[in-house]
């Protein structure tokens, strides 16, 4: 026991308690996240025209996770239930529209109830007034509005290149955004956050969880003529060309809606070129930090990289995520820690909820209720199976609320579309996803199985009850932010917004 014989600060009793409770013991966990990373551009996963050394780096020392899937193909769901453990549908958080609610905890809110000091730099798409979930600093906020309706950032002349509809891709190339000033920002920043930390655990034991969240490689698909060029003539065209001759109906009211049926050759390339530039520019600024990490000598730190959902980026003539594809639903996960196997692959079926509960194991954090996800670390057993749903609620892309929901098994895939029929892929036989089995009569038994697993627990009828509500809602706030545009005090504004220009 120690003995203080002065008044004393809550920083030094808090400091003092850690110590005695031997927190000390526990990892430091460095965590970046990215905005829509496809798992397979990277040179770790296989792709051929990647240059992401930083991130291969980080693989050799660690274990690459080859199917980790998120959520929701979408950001804030996807995010909000990483942090929360909760699927959407039990969050309430389906769109990008909804709110966390202030009273479901998050692995902040846990890790910090177990004694970590929990930092975030950068975005993670939070709504409303706490802009913190559990959090105890955030130097800085998101380069994206508090809330919904709230204007996006002023990125002049590139304007047109911003969105997610088929004619925003005609704008794509070479320039500097907004965006990226914002990632170089974070990147800094994390660095400084990263010293203070190191040297607070220095001199107190106590532990930190620090996650780093980066804009890139979201759209606007417009990189630095550095990085750029880079990639200029060596990008292939998509793999899998245009729409299938025979389209689910689900899939081509999604194509029809964002106008992506007349994007020319040209915008596909150059897209494309600027995406794989976008990504050499992240693993760039994540090689700074892992860099920093050495350094410091926190050789026993935990150094984590993900995403928060794919890209599709014009395979079957589709861009940006919100389908069940693979490569809209698939994340990467990297994890360098003591305990993995340095330059394992790691082919279990996996989820970002998955990661969340391993982050809690390491800092042996309280449980959060209800929380989906298991430990990574107990292999004993694993089942080979993971869920994502999709709501609707993409940016500028118009269609009624929908309920789409996936199950991934070690074999299978089901996509289970409400008012639409089934569509069921043999992984091991068909990993691109190109012939549909759902009305093959000899898959029929595979098709009910997996029916009663996707429906368990999730009820479309209540869920269309609950997205009204939410759709009511949220037009009451835009209505509030038009009228009253609230301040916004967590927001970055590019002091330079001058930068924004095509090269």
């Not at 409770?21 to 430091?28: K, L, S």
């Not at 409400?418 to 691109?432: H, N, R, S, T, V």
């Not at 000899?442 to 997996?450: D, E, G």
């Amino acid at each position: 026991m120690t003995i203080l014989s002065r008044p004393v600060s809550r920083k030094e009793l808090l400091a003092t308690h850690f110590r005695e409770e031997q927190v000390e013991n526990r990892p430091d966990i460095i965590m970046v996240m990215t905005d829509q990373h496809a798992a397979r551009i990277m040179g770790c996963a296989g792709d051929p025209v990647a240059e992401t050394p930083s991130l291969d780096h980080l693989a050799s020392q660690g274990t690459f996770f080859e199917n980790c899937y998120c959520p929701s193909p979408l950001c804030v769901p996807s995010r909000m239930a990483f942090l929360s453990g909760l699927e959407p549908h039990q969050s309430g958080v389906l769109t990008n529209d909804d709110y966390l609610a202030s009273d479901i905890p998050t692995i902040a809110h846990a890790l910090s109830a177990a004694g970590y000091d929990c930092r975030l730099v950068g975005r993670m798409h939070f709504y409303g007034p706490d802009q913190m979930h559990g959090f105890s600093a955030r130097p800085i906020g998101d380069i994206g509005p508090s809330f919904p309706g709230a204007p996006p950032p002023d990125i002049g002349p590139l304007t047109k290149g911003r969105g997610n509809r088929g004619p925003e891709l005609e704008h794509s190339g070479a320039g500097e955004t907004s965006y990226q000033a914002y990632d170089l920002t974070v990147a800094e920043q994390a660095q400084e956050t990263l010293r203070a930390l190191a040297g607070q655990r220095r001199r107190s034991g106590r532990p930190f969880f620090l996650l780093v969240s980066f804009f890139c490689p979201h759209p606007p698909y417009i990189a630095r003529r550095a990085d750029y060029d880079v990639f200029d003539g060596r990008v292939p065209p998509p793999l899998l060309g245009g729409p299938p001759e025979a389209d689910h109906p689900a899939i081509t009211a999604w194509r029809e809606a964002g106008g992506v049926g007349a994007v020319s050759a040209s915008a596909t390339q150059r897209s494309r070129t600027a995406y794989y530039g976008l990504v050499h520019m992240i693993d760039r600024l994540c090689g700074q930090l892992f860099e920093a990490i050495d350094e410091l000598g926190l050789d026993d730190a935990v150094t984590v990289y993900t995403s928060d959902h794919g890209e599709c980026l014009g395979e079957r003539g589709l861009w940006w995520k919100s389908v069940m594809y693979d490569q809209s639903v698939k994340v990467p996960l990297v994890i360098r820690a003591p305990e993995m196997m340095p330059g394992a692959v790691d082919r279990r079926v996996t989820n970002l909820t998955d990661l969340s509960a391993t982050i809690l194991g390491w800092a042996e954090a309280p449980a959060l209720p209800q929380h989906s996800g298991r430990d990574l670390r107990d292999a004993r057993e694993w089942e080979d199976e993971t869920y994502s749903a999709y709501y609707g609620g993409l940016m500028n892309i118009s269609l009624p609320p929908l309920r789409h929901r996936m199950v991934r098994t070690h074999r299978h895939k089901l996509m289970w579309f409400d008012g639409d029929e089934p569509m069921l892929f043999d992984l091991a036989a068909d990993p691109l996803e190109e012939n549909d089995l759902a009305g093959d009569p000899s898959c029929a038994a595979i098709l009910s199985a997996l029916e009663r697993k996707v429906l368990e627990g999730w009820e479309p009828a209540q869920i269309a009850t609950h997205q009204e509500v939410n759709r009511a809602r949220s037009q009451v706030v835009r209505q509030w932010v038009r009228a009253t545009q609230p301040e916004e005090p967590a927001r970055w504004i590019d002091p330079r917004r001058e930068r924004n220009r095509y090269e």
